[in-house]
């Protein structure tokens, strides 16, 4: 089932393009790799999906995305709901200055998901989800900035699924992870696309490799290769694919 469609996307900051004719399919349950070398639009395309770019001063669109078969880029979208469907995890942790608890139970009061008890109990199962329950359960009043990175990062996660989204953006969510934790976060995301539509962006070759379904190569603002994983890394139909994924090119 294809859970977002980009047609013919073209977005400009200002008299820049930064994004060129776009047109891609993303399936339902499955971690998509978008690859490419640094300014290709990997991260622009990435922010679409939640209209984040939105923030940026001088932005213009045109084309079609539709997550779920709405257009999200209509004038009537509400940006709220929108980016309670489709959470986005950054390159480095920024949990909220507060207790693990408030940083999770933050967006369901929000989004005043329930009482106490029941917002208790999303903290709980969001925090399970990302298998930090059990070394935080007696923890949770502790600051959530005192926490490893790789459990911050986790926080994080376990903060966008306790408003229950759609989708989940990760933009380099490993970067600035060691090996090891890196490892485990891979781990996470795989057992999360059971649940949860993914999008990734990575300068990792060998991550793209690794985890995800489905890639997507970009250069330039174009989109020069999409496919499965294992054809796009083993048998690419594009040159400039394997010069890239080869080290011959970015």
Same mark, same amino acid.
């Given at each position: 089932?294809?859970?977002?469609?980009?047609?013919? *996307?073209?977005?400009?900051?200002?008299?820049?393009?930064?994004?060129?004719?776009?047109?891609?399919?993303?399936?339902?349950?499955?971690?998509?790799?978008?690859?490419?070398?640094?300014?290709?639009?990997?991260?622009?395309?990435?922010? &679409?999906?939640?209209?984040?770019?939105?923030?940026?001063?001088?932005?213009?669109?045109?084309?079609? &995305?539709?997550?779920?078969?709405?257009?999200?880029?209509?004038?009537?979208?509400?940006?709220?709901?929108?980016?309670?469907? &489709?959470?986005?995890?950054?390159?480095?942790?920024?949990?909220?200055?507060?207790?693990?608890?408030?940083?999770?139970?933050?967006?369901?009061? +929000?989004?005043?998901?329930? $009482? /106490?008890?029941?917002?208790?109990?999303? !903290?709980?199962?969001?925090?399970?989800?990302?298998?930090?329950?059990?070394?935080?359960?007696? $923890?949770?009043?502790?600051?959530?900035?005192? *926490?490893?990175?790789?459990?911050?990062?986790?926080?994080?996660?376990?903060?966008?699924?306790?408003?229950?989204?759609?989708?989940? *953006?990760?933009?380099?969510?490993?970067?600035? *992870?060691?090996?090891?934790?890196?490892?485990?976060?891979?781990?996470?995301?795989?057992?999360?696309?059971?649940?949860?539509? +993914?999008?990734?962006?990575?300068?990792?070759?060998?991550?793209?490799?690794? +985890? /995800?379904?489905?890639?997507?190569?970009?250069?330039?603002?174009?989109?020069?290769?999409?496919?499965?994983?294992?054809? !796009?890394?083993?048998?690419?139909?594009?040159?400039?694919?394997?010069?890239?994924?080869?080290?011959?090119?970015?």
């Amino acid at each position: 089932m294809i859970k977002i469609k980009v047609e013919n *996307l073209n977005l400009w900051y200002g008299d820049f393009q930064a994004l060129k004719n776009i047109n891609l399919a993303f399936e339902e349950k499955q971690i998509t790799a978008i690859i490419g070398p640094s300014g290709c639009g990997k991260s622009t395309l990435l922010r &679409v999906f939640n209209r984040m770019n939105d923030l940026v001063e001088g932005i213009h669109m045109t084309g079609e &995305v539709t997550i779920n078969g709405s257009n999200i880029l209509s004038k009537r979208v509400d940006l709220v709901t929108l980016r309670k469907k &489709v959470g986005m995890v950054f390159q480095r942790p920024n949990p909220f200055p507060l207790s693990i608890y408030e940083n999770i139970a933050f967006g369901p009061k +929000i989004h005043n998901h329930g $009482k /106490s008890r029941e917002i208790a109990q999303i !903290v709980e199962s969001s925090l399970k989800s990302v298998l930090l329950w059990d070394d935080l359960k007696d $923890k949770l009043q502790e600051s959530a900035l005192q *926490l490893s990175l790789e459990q911050k990062q986790r926080l994080c996660i376990a903060r966008l699924i306790a408003v229950k989204p759609d989708i989940l *953006l990760m933009d380099e969510p490993c970067s600035t *992870l060691d090996p090891q934790a890196t490892d485990r976060i891979e781990d996470l995301m795989r057992e999360l696309k059971n649940n949860y539509s +993914i999008v990734i962006v990575t300068h990792n070759m060998q991550q793209a490799a690794r +985890i /995800s379904d489905k890639t997507a190569f970009l250069l330039l603002g174009e989109l020069m290769e999409y496919g499965e994983t294992t054809q !796009v890394f083993t048998n690419p139909k594009n040159s400039k694919t394997e010069d890239y994924i080869t080290g011959r090119y970015g």
